[in-house]
């Protein structure tokens, strides 16, 4: 029988209550929301807190998606359905819908947060790659105030983040950009399982349709979600063809650093992960010349 440890139950309703209280106790309580990775772990013992504190009433002031010129911020308690009904993130950035059409089940995207996903740092988990494609900062919250830190130093290694002992994740922010778009896909072993490999990427074109930047995330190959700069700087000013998509994927598969387990050897999931980067790579240009043609003079058609 899977029983975690003794814990006391608390609850806060503002950010500025959850930081007081995270102060106090310091180390030995954590932050709970949909809490469908924190329990399972609890659990089998292998994470034990003395205090829960439970946040779920932060949803008011945390759970939004507000577009703005150039920006889109999404508060850390907005919820995965939120994320994939949001037309303002579908319009931006098509990476999200992807995403969140394949992350578990009904109950978890009903339940699970954005900032739940981030702060719990599983290698495999499919919206850090998400938030690591689209070049994303994090705005974490603490006595002194709020501080931003990117994606690649919020994600310090396997469920290790930048947020401290009294912190909290408050808010996420994403770049907007003209001419891009992106996409997302995943290899798992039934549905709703954690991946065998993921990988998300996002594109922009300059006015002559070359590559004006470039990023790919991947999940599920090595210990924690990773970024792969290298492909940016071989796509960059060049024209999209099957060629560049299977440099990149050379690149990525390279790049990783996957292990053998029961989802499958180190050398299938490089294949996975070239496989992959190439077809995200491939979606996100297709979406951008869809885009593209399907507005003329400013007017969609």
Request: net charge negative.
């Given at each position: 029988m899977q029983v975690p440890a003794p814990f006391e139950y608390r609850r806060v309703s503002t950010v500025d209550e959850a930081v007081a209280l995270l102060y106090r106790l310091g180390d030995t309580a954590r932050l709970v929301a949909g809490g469908h990775s924190l329990l399972p772990m609890m659990k089998l013992r292998l994470a034990n807190f003395e205090y829960l504190i439970d946040i779920n009433e932060l949803h008011d002031e945390l759970g939004y998606v507000r577009a703005e010129p150039g920006l889109i911020r999404i508060g850390a308690m907005t919820r995965h359905r939120e994320l994939r009904e949001s037309a303002e993130l579908a319009a931006a950035f098509p990476v999200f819908g992807d995403a969140e059409r394949v992350i578990a089940d009904p109950l978890v995207r009903n339940r699970g947060t954005l900032g739940g996903s981030l702060?719990?740092?599983?290698?495999?988990?499919?919206?850090?790659a998400v938030c690591t494609t689209l070049d994303a900062s994090c705005v974490i919250h603490g006595m002194d105030g709020e501080r931003v830190v990117s994606m690649e130093d919020f994600h310090r290694g396997p469920y290790e983040?930048?947020?401290?002992?009294?912190?909290?994740?408050t808010e996420v922010r994403f770049p907007v950009r003209p001419r891009g778009s992106s996409a997302y896909e995943t290899v798992e072993r039934r549905a709703g399982d954690w991946a065998v490999v993921s990988a998300g990427a996002a594109v922009w074109l300059d006015e002559a349709g070359l590559i004006a930047d470039a990023r790919v995330g991947l999940a599920a190959v090595g210990p924690h979600t990773a970024g792969i700069p290298g492909i940016a700087e071989a796509l960059r000013g060049q024209r999209p063809a099957e060629e560049l998509w299977a440099r990149a994927g050379d690149i990525a598969a390279e790049a990783c650093d996957p292990v053998t387990d029961r989802r499958g050897s180190a050398a299938y999931k490089r294949h996975l992960a070239r496989e992959l980067t190439m077809r995200v790579l491939r979606r996100s240009v297709a979406r951008i010349d869809a885009h593209i043609g399907g507005h003329i003079d400013g007017q969609e058609v």
């Open positions: 702060c719990q740092a599983d290698p495999s988990e499919d919206l850090s983040t930048a947020v401290g002992d009294a912190e909290i994740l």
